[in-house]
T-cell receptor, first 114, second 112 residues
C-alpha cells in the first residue's frame, strides 16, 4: 500500500504580515528550547533559543515565547518576507548532566504569499 | 568558518552495498550528532559523540548501522548492507559547550 508521510501543519501568510508558529512540547523537565528553520534541500538552521528561566526572548525580526504552564512555545516573525518560507522546527532539551540531545517536533511549513 | 561539512551530498547505491557517510564538525566543537530525516518519521537522532566517545546510540536502527569518530575533526556513519528503507537524508550536527547544534547540508541517500 501507499505509505503515509508526516502531515506537516501549514501556515500561509501575506508578505509583510506577522507570522506566529506554535509548538507544544511534552517533557515538563525540558529547560532549553530552540527554533530551527529548514529550507528545501538544506540542513536545519538555528534561529533563536530560550531557557526555561525566561518567558520571552527577542532576536532580529523574531521573538520566542515560552509558556511552561501549558508547555507551549511560539515563534513570531515580524514583517514576513519571501525568504522566510521554510519548515520551522521547535526542539527541546532536558539538559541532564552532559546530555545534549535535542528532541525535535514534526515541523510547520510556512509559505509566504506575494 | 566553513560550518559542518558532509560528503557525499548525494549517494545512490544498490541494495546490499556498503555506504559510508562522512562528516567534519566545526572546529572546536566537542559534540557531534548524526540524524536521519524522512517524510515518514521526521528528524531522528541516531547517535551522538562527546569528545569523540559515543554517548548514546539508542537511535541507531539496527546492527547494519555503525558510527565512528576517530578524532575531533572526523566522523563516519556506515550502513552495511544497505536496504531501500534506509533511503533518507542524513545530517551531521556539532556543538560546543552551548546547546544549539549546527547542522551540515546533509547527504541524500537513495538505495535502489
Amino acid at each position: 500500500g501507499e505509505s503515509v508521510g508526516l502531515h506537516l501543519p501549514t501556515l500561509s501568510v501575506q508578505e509583510g504580515d506577522n507570522s506566529i508558529i506554535n509548538c507544544a512540547y511534552s517533557n515538563s523537565a525540558s529547560d532549553y528550547f530552540i527554533w530551527y528553520k529548514q529550507e528545501s534541500g538544506k540542513g536545519p538552521q538555528f534561529i533563536i533559543d530560550i531557557r526555561s528561566n525566561m518567558d520571552k526572548r527577542q532576536g532580529q525580526r523574531v521573538t520566542v515565547l515560552l509558556n511552561k504552564t501549558v508547555k507551549h512555545l511560539s515563534l513570531q516573525i515580524a514583517a514576513t518576507q519571501p525568504g522566510d518560507s521554510a519548515v520551522y522546527f521547535c526542539a527541546e532539551n532536558e539538559g541532564r548532566g552532559s546530555a545534549r540531545q535535542l528532541t525535535f517536533g514534526s515541523g510547520t511549513q510556512l509559505t509566504v504569499l506575494p | 568558518d566553513a560550518g559542518v561539512i558532509q560528503s557525499p551530498r548525494h549517494e545512490v547505491t544498490e541494495m546490499g552495498q556498503e555506504v559510508t557517510l562522512r562528516c567534519k564538525p566545526i572546529s572546536g566543537h566537542n559534540s557531534l550528532f548524526w540524524y536521519r530525516q524522512t517524510m515518514m518519521r521526521g528528524l531522528e537522532l541516531l547517535i551522538y559523540f562527546n569528545n569523540n566517545v559515543p554517548i548514546d546510540d539508542s537511535g541507531m536502527p539496527e546492527d547494519r548501522f555503525s558510527a565512528k569518530m576517530p578524532n575531533a575533526s572526523f566522523s563516519t556513519l556506515k550502513i552495511q548492507p544497505s536496504e531501500p528503507r534506509d533511503s533518507a537524508v542524513y545530517f551531521c550536527a556539532s556543538t560546543e559547550a552551548r546547546r544549539e547544534q549546527y547542522f551540515g547540508p546533509g547527504t541524500r541517500l537513495t538505495v535502489t
